[in-house]
């Protein structure tokens, strides 16, 4: 067991900018067999991350004096210490492969692979999604399991890393053969210590969503949390009538606008790649209109921002004077979720990843801007909304060429934030704001009767105070969508000013 201190040091160096280290960064991809250094697999991406962190973290540890009262150490005892520590830090502490078998609807078994990753037991409980896709495997989840120990670190939030998986396409499943799966699979984690409240806690990740979330908890309070009051602590990203909490589903894409906004109104940032601070008039492109990519547009669109581009699997749309994301979402919804002939912009062979524009949001797959594009991308800003979409050779190029990279570690981090509030709510059995929603109401009524009664009694007249609009909004509390929302801005806001960019020596 061990402390983050280490790990909460890093945060300055996963803030990049044109004048930072290129290749600190999480770059999440998919496993590979590549020997080429520019295209290295998951795992040695991971190492290489890891690597970088600790070269700058290392000697800050060693040269910083100990903490009143602590034991003091010879030099030496001091430095093997902390290379062990960061030793441990390295390697996923636990892996469990499963294998089961399932009926399918026309009376076929299939055999199903199903993985799941603890990093690290510093903080319990492990904390990372669970993913369907036919690129799962063992080498991906331990990178991803690794990865969220960091980036629960840069947002503070007090959990060790996790991930798993089931390697499979979800749209070639019933939803009976989902179920059957994901509960199969649940009892599989219950049965080896892989899931639990205070053990290790799921949530949505690719492929999965508040239905699969629900059939886990249902099926671990059916079985190794029966009869334990906290068992639908058990996951997060739940649906809100299951101990969900209001703000979740929209909480990466919401996270990532926090991380944009935060950098672009910064004068700092938006000067060195040449822009004017705050989002207003911005344009940007989005690849990707799936959870992340469509509520990110939300957010950039009400912020003043204009999307001129939207990247999806059936095609690309473009529209120099703005595409509407609530128009193109009902669109989708309605066209089984093809954006195909959508009115409100025009359909586009041109790779939108080159395209001229102010910010760009990968919010994807992985690896999407590699060495052989990396020189065509004319975004000033590069926001990864995707797990790793730029590899570090692309990176390096994207930062010669005076661009803004803000990494996905920081970025995306906005999922684990407000499951981590999911999780308190469930823990604690009650709602955010139920505590003290009357209370503030009748506080805010009494407030404004103080006022009026002062200032008639000074002026010895009637002077009736009138609330404003957005008062009168306020007036009766926060709810829980309220307290949800402005926990997530401050976790970004202030995990992006912690700790400046630390410079090259």
């Given amino acids: 067991m061990f402390s983050l201190q280490s790990v909460s040091s890093l945060r300055g160096v996963f803030i990049k900018s044109t004048k930072c280290l290129p290749a600190v960064q999480n770059v999440v991809v998919k496993m590979s067999t590549s020997s080429d250094p520019k295209d290295p697999s998951f795992t040695e991406m991971c190492e290489g991350f890891f690597e970088n962190a600790r070269s700058f973290v290392e000697h800050r540890l060693l040269t910083k004096p ?69 690129d799962v495997d063992i080498d991906e989840v331990q990178a991803l399991a690794t990865l969220m120990t960091y980036k629960c670190a840069v947002v503070d939030v ?46 949505p990740d690719m492929g999965t969503g508040e239905r699969e979330m629900s059939w886990i908890a249902d099926s671990f309070d059916m079985t190794l949390g029966y009869g334990n009051m906290n068992a639908y602590a058990c996951v997060t990203g739940k649906p809100v009538h299951l101990g969900g909490i209001h703000g979740r589903i929209s ?34 492109i989005v690849q990707g209109f799936g959870n ?80 052989k594009n990396a020189h065509k991308i004319k975004a000033k ?38 499951s981590y509030f999911e999780w308190l709510k469930n823990i604690n059995h009650v709602s955010f704001g139920r505590l003290t929603w009357k209370y503030e109401k009748e506080a805010n009524f009494n407030l404004l009767a103080s006022v009026q009664e002062s200032l008639e009694t000074h002026f010895k007249s009637n002077i009736p105070i009138r609330p404003s609009e957005g008062f009168l909004q306020k007036i009766a509390g926060a709810s829980e969508r309220d307290i949800v929302h402005s926990g997530l801005e401050f976790t970004m806001e202030r995990s992006a000013k912690v700790r400046g960019p630390i410079p090259v020596k």
């Fill in 292 to 371: 992340v990519g469509l509520h990110t547009c939300r957010y950039l669109h009400r912020a003043g921002a204009r999307c001129i581009g939207i990247m999806e699997r059936d095609g690309n749309l473009y529209n120099e004077d703005g595409i509407d994301p609530k128009e193109l979402e009902d669109y989708k919804l309605d066209n089984d979720g093809s954006i195909k002939g959508f009115p409100g912009a025009k359909m586009t062979e041109e790779n939108l990843l080159e395209a001229e524009c102010d910010i760009l949001v990968p919010a994807a797959n992985e690896k999407q801007i590699t060495i």
């Fill in 251 to 284: 909480a990466t894409g919401r996270g990532v606008f926090h991380g944009i906004d935060n950098f672009l109104n910064s004068e700092k940032y938006s000067g060195l790649v040449g822009l004017e601070p705050g989002l207003r008039g911005k344009t940007f």
């Fill in 381 to 418: 800003v590069i926001a990864e909304g995707a797990n790793g979409p730029t590899t570090p050779a692309a990176e390096r190029v994207l930062i010669e060429n005076n661009k803004l990279v803000i990494p996905d570690m920081y970025l995306n981090a906005g999922g684990v934030t407000v």
């Fill in 158 to 203: 007090p959990f060790g890393g996790a991930k798993g998986g089931i390697k499979i396409n979800p749209s070639e499943y019933s939803q009976s053969e989902l179920e059957k799966i994901t509960r199969r699979f649940t009892v599989e984690l219950a049965k080896k210590n892989f899931i639990g409240p205070g053990l290790d806690v799921p949530a």
């Fill in 66 to 134: 100990d903490p009143p009262g602590y034991r003091t150490e010879k030099f030496e005892d001091k430095k093997h210490r902390i290379k062990g520590t960061l030793d441990v830090m390295k390697p996923c502490a636990d892996v469990l492969s499963v294998m089961f078998p399932i009926k399918r609807d026309n009376g076929e078994f299939k055999l199903i692979q199903g993985y799941r990753a603890q990093h690290s037991h510093h903080r319990t409980p492990c904390k990372g999604g669970i993913r369907y896709s036919d």
